[in-house]
């Protein structure tokens, strides 16, 4: 399983990785928008994203609308710091599978993980089908 993490914030992208990994998920981290939107455009082997709203040089939701807008169905889970009811109908509007405001505990996204990746869209290295439950 792949997972792209798109996150300005190195301290909690550096948690995210750690975590992450030591699930035994291979990730793979940018740090602005533009980074984000060509690393989905040239490297379609992502099982999932994990996307911050407020990223430099381009917009988290703008990321997302071109992800939907090239009819990519790559699970998204927005993570991010904007915690309102309408930010988050917002983004769930734009294409997002799920949304979880910061801060937040691991385990919360770990579940949340889970859930977006048993929906039977994950894959693991040798491209057979793997349950999110034996990789979290």
Known sequence: MRILIAEDDQVLADGLLRSLRTS???VDHVANGAEADTALVTHNHFD???LDLGLPRIHGLEVLRRLRSRGDSL???I??????WHEKVTGMD?????????????EELLARL???LERGR???SAGDKASARTLF
């Open 24 to 26: 035994g998920a291979v």
């Open 48 to 50: 999932l994203l994990i």
């Open 75 to 77: 699970p998204v889970l």
């Open 79 to 84: 993570l991010t710091a904007r915690s309102s």
């Open 94 to 106: 734009a294409g997002a599978d799920d949304y979880l405001a910061k801060p937040f505990h691991m």
């Open 114 to 116: 889970r859930a977006l």
């Open 122 to 124: 994950t894959f693991n």
